[in-house]
């Protein structure tokens, strides 16, 4: 039995495999729509370079954040309270400092494939040795 909603029953329907296999995957909209949420978070480049620099440089504080992405200290503490909103970054408190954390699940997932196309690779300090990624070649060969 296909899953064509029974508001579209009369509809039109080329391949009914295909319309249930897509169906099918969009049945969660609250999962679709969570993905949407992050994937607009991650859509603008002031956010999406703190999310890099968390997760290529590990935990920082505002102010190291701020220096790492070229913001002010207010700018990158907005951000931090968007993306904290959004479950995309936790705090952890150390005495008097405040330290962020890129959190698990589908924003370093997708961080991962960002990753691929535009951190550059490099040798990192804080981790004593190379960026988890391999150095990739992006050199435009024609």
Excluded: F, W
């Amino acid at each position: 039995m296909h899953k064509v909603p029974e508001a579209l029953s009369g509809a039109r329907v080329i391949d009914p495999d295909q319309v249930c296999d897509a169906v099918a995957v969009l049945s969660d909209g609250d999962k679709v729509a969570e993905a949407a949420t992050v994937l607009d978070v991650l859509g603008e480049v002031n956010r999406l370079s703190i999310l890099l620099a968390l997760q290529h440089a590990g935990d920082l504080c505002v102010s190291d954040l701020a220096v790492a992405v070229g913001m002010s200290d207010s700018a990158v503490s907005h951000a931090l309270r968007l993306l904290r909103a959004h479950g995309m970054v936790t705090a952890h408190r150390h005495g008097r400092l405040v330290r962020y954390r890129l959190a698990d699940g589908l924003p370093r997932r997708l961080l991962e494939v960002v990753s691929a196309v535009a951190v550059s690779p490099g040798q990192l300090h804080a981790h004593g040795g190379a960026d988890t990624e391999p150095a990739v070649d992006r050199s435009d060969s024609a």
